[in-house]
């Protein structure tokens, strides 16, 4: 079946450094991916759209300016948390639509966690 | 807005036992509903679906019925295994559930005694 990397799958790093996730569709192309982000204990929140060859689409509340995305391929969109502050901490996930668009394939994840 | 609510977790069931987990929903028009299920070190994978109102949804011994009038897609397995551990998530969607993000449910995390 698809196949969908995440990476990394775990990032500590220092405040106010910044930190990209790499989500690449492995053995098929993805002209969209979606972002989510899960604090402990909550749902899975939908951040953005990623959208090759155009603009993310970012869900209300999420700062476009702190999570930068990038949809460079049809098999690879990064997220790049800049400036990353304590309360970015989360455990963040991306996924790609399969063939028709009636599932989506989802990374395995990468927890960030920022000091 | 559309939500999920999933009870929560963990459950813990001994091997053989029945298992529910519960899911509801709200949402405006009429989405598609899905179980996920993750496992240790992997990404969430579709365990099983239901496009439309009464449809069944059925995957390795798994099923879930969409209920339009209590608008809930509870999860049941009748005789659960070791290796179903895991943590299971209940999720809407429209357009398939392919073309637009999905609003999941919290997960519910479960544990399986042998």
């Known amino acids: 079946g698809a196949v969908v990397s995440q990476h990394p799958s775990r990032v500590i790093c220092k405040s106010g450094t910044s930190v990209k996730i790499e989500c690449r569709s492995l053995?098929?192309?993805?002209?969209?991916m979606f972002w989510y982000r899960q604090f402990p204990k909550q749902s899975l929140m939908l951040m953005a759209t990623?959208?090759?060859?155009?603009?993310?689409?970012?869900e209300q509340g999420v700062e476009k300016d702190k999570f930068l995305i990038n949809h460079a391929s049809l098999t690879l969109s990064t997220l790049t948390v800049t400036s990353a502050h304590p309360e970015d901490s989360s455990f963040y996930i991306c996924?790609?639509?399969?063939?028709?668009?009636?599932?989506?394939?989802f990374g395995a994840g990468t927890r960030l966690s920022v000091l | 807005g559309d939500s999920v609510t999933q009870m929560e977790g963990p459950v813990t069931l001994s091997e053989e036992a029945f298992l529910t987990i519960n899911c509801t929903y709200t949402?405006?028009?009429?989405?598609?509903l899905f179980w996920y299920v993750q496992y240790p070190g992997e990404g969430l994978q579709l365990l099983l679906k239901?496009?439309?109102?009464?449809d069944k949804g059925s995957n390795k011994g798994f099923e879930a019925t969409y209920r339009k009038e209590t608008t809930s897609f509870h999860l049941e397995k009748g005789s659960v295994q070791v290796s179903d551990s895991a943590v299971y998530f209940c999720?809407?969607?429209?357009?398939?559930?392919?073309?637009?993000?999905?609003?999941f449910g919290k997960g519910t995390h479960l544990i399986i005694q042998p």
């Open positions: 996924s790609a639509p399969g063939t028709g668009a009636r599932d989506q394939y």
């Open positions: 053995d098929f192309q993805a002209t969209t």
């Open positions: 990623s959208n090759e060859g155009s603009k993310a689409t970012y």
């Open positions: 949402a405006t028009g009429y989405p598609s």
């Open positions: 239901a496009t439309k109102a009464d």
């Open positions: 999720a809407l969607g429209f357009s398939g559930g392919g073309a637009d993000g999905l609003t």
